[in-house]
C-alpha cells in the first residue's frame, strides 16, 4: 500500500509542533522510508512528531517518526523509535 491523507491526523499542535497520529497496515519498515510521507509535505514540518499504528490487521508495530527532513517535497522520518517491548505471556 502507500500514504493514505485520511489516516493521518493532528493529535495536537502548539508553538509551530504538531504531533499526528498515523494508522495503516503497511509495515513499519515502509513506513519510515523516504517519501513514504510526500504527499503531506505541505503539512508536516521539521521536528514533528507522529505516533505511528503500521501493520494494523497484521503483525503490528508501533512507534514514533521524527519528521527530520523536508525539501522540495521529499519527507524523511528518522526510523521508527518502538514503543513497548515484546510481550512474553
Known sequence: MSYLSRDLSVLAYANGFTLWHYTT???HTAVR????????????RLGDMILANTGVGGTAVAGILLVNANAGGSVDTADLTQVGAADTD
Do not use: K, Q
Not at 522510508?33 to 508536516?44: D, K, P, Q
Open 25 to 27: 497496515p503497511d509495515a
Open 33 to 44: 522510508a523516504t517519501g513514504y510521507f510526500n504527499a503531506a509535505s505541505h503539512m508536516l
